[in-house]
């Protein structure tokens, strides 16, 4: 099956198609320590991004979404598929040959402590990749700087402090202009405010969508809080045990959930009935733990916890179908 290629009227220009991409990690056993099977954390998983929208992929702690981002970004190499950047294919690149491309595609990492050389200060930070990547001269390279940390908010005098100076929402902004100095086209956020308080997440999102409009960028968006990915993206995809489930417009997705897994995770977000009329959507439990990655269930990989599953789903394994008019792609036999 090709990526879904959704007809967004917005959204005329491909950025990124994914195709088919695998990643298995081998496990090794044995006296010899030879490979007596694989970690599937990426299982077959197609879909495209189009210039200046954001993409959002949901999903569990063990779904694969965040191995899908830096099988993207080439951080892992993948194990079969393609990518494509630009119409180019990166997939098989060497490291040499993958470092231009290191320009046009930046991440933003969970853990900004982690993340951030602690023995650097702020402005060395910020000012790196600059150097890696172009020949501006040193005054050069502090004026853009300067520019980036007041266009994140952070104030010029602070950029000779380090990083245990700020705190977590500051430090994921120096993350941000870190990813941004050096003007990518596309934006790999993965789990970018799960670490932060509600209210500071907020100030986050919303000054990477005023970013994204004012720098043009694309986002794709990776986190487990549906509540966090509706605020930002244009469209949602939800993966499940390494493969994508569910992949819709917004509000579509949110409106209209078809996939049982993805109406399992809504039906976990609070609802509050502002408005009186107390519409609830259905309400679908999930059960149980997510399957082994090793051995994944038969067919379709959600069916041992899924309360609408069949026969045929033990034994066939759904490829994602479009529903309706309004480009909903979903992998289940309920609709097929």
Do not use: W
Request: hydrophobic share 40%; charged share 25%.
């Amino acid at each position: 099956m090709s990526s879904p290629t959704p007809n967004l009227p917005f959204k005329d220009e491909k950025l990124l198609d994914v195709l088919h991409i695998k990643k298995y990690f081998p496990i090794k056993g044995g006296i010899f320590k030879r490979t007596v099977g694989h970690l599937k954390a990426v299982d077959d998983v197609s879909f495209s991004v189009y210039k200046g929208e954001t993409v959002g992929i949901v999903g569990e702690s063990g779904s694969g979404k965040s191995t899908l981002g830096r099988v993207i970004l080439r951080l892992l190499d993948p194990t079969d598929g393609e990518i494509h950047f630009e119409g180019k294919d990166i997939s098989g690149l060497t490291a040499r040959k993958v470092r231009p491309f290191r320009r046009d595609m930046q991440m933003v990492f969970q853990d900004p402590f982690g993340s951030l050389n602690s023995k650097m200060s702020v402005a060395e930070l910020i000012e790196e990749p600059l150097l890696v990547q172009t020949s501006l001269s040193k005054a050069e390279r502090k004026e853009k700087a300067i520019a980036m940390m007041e266009k994140v908010g952070l104030r010029a005098e602070d950029r000779l402090k380090y990083p245990h100076e700020f705190s977590g929402g500051q430090r994921q902004r120096i993350s941000i202009a870190r990813a941004l100095i050096i003007n990518p086209k596309l934006v790999i956020c993965d789990e970018p405010v799960s670490a932060l308080d509600v209210s500071i997440q907020a100030q986050v999102l919303n000054l990477m969508k005023d970013l994204q409009d004012e720098l043009s960028l694309t986002y794709l968006f990776i986190a487990h809080d549906l509540s966090v990915v509706k605020h930002i993206s244009d469209r949602i995809a939800v993966m499940y045990l390494g493969r994508i489930v569910e992949i819709a417009p917004k509000q579509a997705l949110y409106n209209n959930a078809l996939h049982p897994y993805t109406q399992g995770l809504l039906a976990s977000i609070p609802e509050v009935d502002l408005d009186g009329t107390n519409q609830k959507r259905e309400k679908i439990r999930i059960e149980g733990d997510l399957p082994s990655a090793v051995h994944p269930p038969s067919g379709c990989p959600f069916r041992t916890r899924c309360p609408k599953a069949h026969e045929r789903c033990a034994v066939d394994r759904p490829d994602l179908t479009k529903v309706g008019e309004d480009e909903h792609f979903v992998a289940c036999h309920l609709y097929t």
